[in-house]
Structures are given as structure tokens and as C-alpha cells.
């Protein structure tokens, strides 16, 4: 089955850090990736996307990009912001013979302080 | 811009009562989704439906059922309320679509606790 391995949090980091959370997956077939956020006490919200390999997404600063080879969509932004503080998850969509799967990571907190 | 609500925010109930969580997304989607959301766990998909009267198990259906008897709402039910069910619930909405990517967008989430 599909399944979706994320670095654990939470993650603290100072403003203006670097940050990079770390996400594996296993699917068959060609997945695609995506990565939502969910900032406190609000619903997830699709983050970015990647439909294929070598296929970058990127919103607000931040990006991933679909390695095949190493089966791996890490998410990466050059300078972080305290408003950058929620949670990030990482999800791979599948489909085929008539019924799609999307898997979701188990979540990596982000806390980032002035 | 989509917008997908859920009934309560935060519902206390008690044990063996029967709980209702409604959903009601407004972009004429043909997917609808609950989740639970656990710390540790993440999201696990409880049913989905992607057309008015039907339905599909999850990951985790055991112990809750579900109704759409209209296009735009999706309701989560809990026969028997337990302990075991509280948790953060997540109602999201989709297009439909079997192949390639498609986003689907999430409602705020209602916290069950259950005494």
C-alpha cells in the first residue's frame, strides 16, 4: 500500500532560517505529491503540488521537488517567518482501476521564534 | 473561493449518545471526505463519497457511518459515542477526478470530546 514518512517535529527554528522537512513515500504507480499547512486552530490548506517527476511546486517561498529516484518531496524555504509557524503535511495521490488513495504524512510542527 | 463549514467548532458529549457532524461545502463538488485527526496519527480517512447516496470506507470506518443525501453536505455519524472517538474531525471537498492531482480543500475541523 502507498504510505508517507515525514521527519519528526516539532521543529523550532530562529526567523530568517533555513528550513527543510523531509518526506518519503512508497506508491505504486506515478503519484503525485503535495504538501498542505494547517496554521492554529484552522483546516489544512494545500501548500503545493507536483504531478511528475523533477517537477518543482512552490507557494509563499517555499518548494519541493518530486525526486523519483530517491522517492522523496522535501519541503525547503530559505527564510522562515514567525507567521511560518503550523503544521506542515506531506500526501501522495494515486488512482487507477477506478478508485484513488490520498495518503497523508503524520504531520511535522513548525515553531518558529522572533 | 471554496468554502467548506462544519457545524461546530467544539462539541462535548457523553458516552452512548449519538453525535451528528454536519458538512456543507459550497463549490458544487462531487467528493467529499471525513477525517480524524490525531496527534501522532495524522489524518486518517474515516468514509468518502463522491456522489450524492454513496459511500466508501476509509482507512478506519469502524464505529461511525455516514449520509449524503444532498450533493453539497456530507454528514458523519457516531452510532454510539466512546471515549475512544474524541478526537479532531476534518470534513474536506473535491472535484471529481481519477487521474492526475486534485486539491482538496478542508473545513476548519470540529474537536469531539467525548466524557
Known amino acids: 500500500g502507498n504510505s508517507v514518512t515525514q521527519m519528526e517535529g516539532p521543529v523550532t527554528l530562529s526567523e530568517e532560517a533555513f528550513l527543510t522537512i523531509n518526506c518519503t513515500y512508497t506508491?505504486?504507480?506515478?503519484?503525485?505529491l503535495f504538501w498542505y499547512v494547517q496554521y492554529p486552530g484552522e483546516g489544512l490548506q494545500l501548500l503545493l503540488k507536483?504531478?511528475?517527476?523533477?517537477d518543482k511546486g512552490s507557494n509563499k517561498g517555499f518548494e519541493a521537488t518530486y525526486r523519483k529516484e530517491t522517492t522523496s518531496f522535501h519541503l525547503e524555504k530559505g527564510s522562515v517567518q514567525v507567521s511560518d509557524s503550523a503544521v506542515y503535511f506531506c500526501a501522495l495521490f494515486t488512482s487507477g482501476a477506478g478508485s484513488y488513495q490520498l495518503t497523508f504524512g503524520k504531520g511535522t510542527k513548525l515553531s518558529v521564534i522572533p | 473561493d471554496v468554502k467548506v463549514t462544519q457545524s461546530s467548532r467544539y462539541l462535548v458529549k457523553r458516552t452512548g449518545e449519538k453525535v451528528f457532524l454536519e458538512c456543507v461545502q459550497d463549490?458544487?463538488?462531487?467528493?467529499m471526505f471525513w477525517y480524524r485527526q490525531d496527534p501522532g496519527l495524522g489524518l486518517r480517512l474515516i468514509y468518502f463519497s463522491y456522489d450524492v447516496k454513496m459511500k466508501e470506507k476509509g482507512d478506519i470506518p469502524e464505529g461511525y457511518s455516514v449520509s449524503r443525501e444532498k450533493k453539497e453536505r456530507f454528514s458523519l455519524i457516531l452510532e454510539s459515542a466512546s471515549t475512544n472517538q474524541t478526537s479532531m474531525y476534518l470534513c474536506?471537498?473535491?472535484?471529481?477526478?481519477?487521474?492526475?492531482?486534485?486539491?482538496?480543500?478542508f473545513g476548519p475541523g470540529t474537536r469531539l470530546t467525548v466524557t
Open positions: 463549490m458544487d463538488h462531487e467528493n
Open positions: 506508491a505504486t504507480g506515478y503519484p503525485s
Open positions: 507536483a504531478t511528475k517527476a523533477d
Open positions: 474536506a471537498s473535491s472535484l471529481l477526478g481519477l487521474a492526475g492531482a486534485y486539491e482538496q480543500y
